[in-house]
């Protein structure tokens, strides 16, 4: 149980921007777990989330990156060397690669560790990324785009 929701609660807070232990509490018994404000902020601590903040002010939830800026700057050179384009089909993303960079991708993409990704298969100059939903890779493949558009990576 604590597994199921600890998984919810790494959805919600990547859907939602959420502020409080509180809203936290709320979304998750919206969501058929019955927590107290109190198991929440355990699980707060023990996910390691920390409150980040959102560009027109405010604090909101999210997962403390354990990848270092200085190796999350390579991941995305890494990718951003290598991408031709991507597609959905459903909830798989398939992204396309100069030939013989799919591996390399692949494991950059690993690395980063994108909640939505379950898992990645590579060949030559394609990756398969298996999403746990199609509503979650349509976000994934916006927030890749954000990331490749950035010019200041």
């Known amino acids: 149980m604590k597994i199921e929701r600890h ?3 790494i959805r919600l807070i990547n859907q939602y921007d959420i502020e ?5 509490a709320e979304k998750l018994n919206e969501s058929g ?3 107290t404000q109190a198991t929440v902020s355990r699980d707060i601590r023990e996910l390691k989330l920390t409150k980040i903040a959102k560009p027109g002010g405010g604090s909101r939830y999210a997962v403390l990156q354990s990848v270092d800026q200085e190796m999350s700057k390579k991941y995305i050179n890494v990718l951003k060397a290598s991408f031709q384009s991507m597609d959905l089909a459903q909830n798989i993303l398939v992204v396309k690669t100069v030939s013989g960079m799919a591996m390399a991708a692949a494991a950059a993409l690993d ?3 994108f909640p939505e990704i379950v898992g990645c298969i590579a060949g030559d100059n ?3 990324c298996a999403i746990r939903s199609a509503d979650e890779a349509l976000l994934l493949m916006e927030k ?5 558009d950035n010019k200041n990576e």
Do not use: A, C, P
């Open 126 to 128: 394609t990756i398969m």
């Open 111 to 113: 690395e980063m560790r």
């Open 20 to 24: 409080t232990q509180e809203e936290l």
């Open 144 to 148: 890749i785009r954000k990331m490749l």
């Open 7 to 9: 998984s919810q609660i």
């Open 33 to 35: 777990f019955q927590v």
